[in-house]
T-cell receptor, first 111, second 112 residues
Framework: GENVEQHPSTLSVQEGDSAVIKCTYS??????FPWYKQELGKRPQLIID?????GEKKDQRIAVTLNKTAKHFSLHITETQPEDSAVYFC??????????FGKGNQVVVIP | GAGVSQSPRYKVAKRGQDVALRCDPI?????LFWYQQALGQGPEFLTY????????KSGLPSDRFFAERPEGSVSTLKIQRTQQEDSAVYLC??????????FGPGTRLTVL
């Protein structure tokens, strides 16, 4: 099955700086890649997603880039704010509907 | 509109008890998923429904776990004879297409 790995496990950034989280996946047939933000005790919240026919997608301060050849995709958060502090999960799916999640990245934005 | 809701939000069970966890998906979403999230880990797939049909139950960890969605809307995840290793957050998600999934707040199950 699909294996998704996230790096780094913890990321601390100064407020206003950019944060980048990278995910790698194993199944070249995967075609949909969402990113979820989860605050402590709350539900995973879909923040951005990308499909395999697109290389980059942007939504305000958040962007995702996909490299199908290398089988990795990255989340970019610009102008970080304290409310961006959370655990971020990447996932991948290959059309069989079961999302395979990474273990998560703890992002800490230091005011 | 209303998002995915789950009840109860917290459940404490004694080892050996049966529990039932409920999920109300977003109205009109034909696909419904159950995931298990252990502390400090990402969600792990349990099972998937399209309308009332359970199309994939390969993630259910044992035959003590059973899920149903009899009318294609509300779903119930049942765990029989709970054990301590069943302690986790159980997340439900629904989708209007084949992939974009929206999660509920989860049920935190603690088995003593």
């Amino acid at each position: 099955g699909e294996n998704v790995e996230q790096h780094p496990s913890t990321l601390s950034v100064q407020e206003g700086d950019s944060a980048v989280i990278k995910c790698t996946y194993s199944d070249s047939a995967s075609n949909y890649f969402p990113w979820y933000k989860q605050e402590l005790g709350k539900r995973p919240q879909l923040i951005i997603d990308i499909r395999s026919n697109v290389g980059e997608k942007k939504d305000q301060r958040i962007a995702v880039t996909l490299n199908k050849t290398a089988k990795h995709f990255s989340l970019h958060i610009t102008e970080t704010q304290p409310e961006d502090s959370a655990v971020y999960f990447c996932a991948a799916i290959r059309g069989n509907n079961r999302l395979a999640f990474g273990k998560g990245n703890q992002v800490v934005v230091i005011p | 509109g209303a998002g995915v809701s789950q009840s109860p939000r917290y459940k404490v069970a004694k080892r050996g008890q049966d529990v039932a966890l409920r999920c109300d998906p977003i109205s009109g979403h034909v696909s419904l998923f159950w995931y298990q999230q252990a502390l400090g880990q990402g969600p792990e797939f349990l099972t998937y429904f399209q309308n009332e049909a359970q199309l994939d139950k390969s993630g259910l960890p044992s035959d003590r776990f059973f899920a149903e969605r009899p009318e294609g809307s509300v779903s119930t995840l049942k765990i029989q004879r709970t054990q301590q290793e069943d302690s986790a957050v159980y997340l439900c998600a629904s989708s209007y297409n084949m992939d974009t999934q929206y999660f509920g707040p989860g049920t935190r199950l603690t088995v003593l």
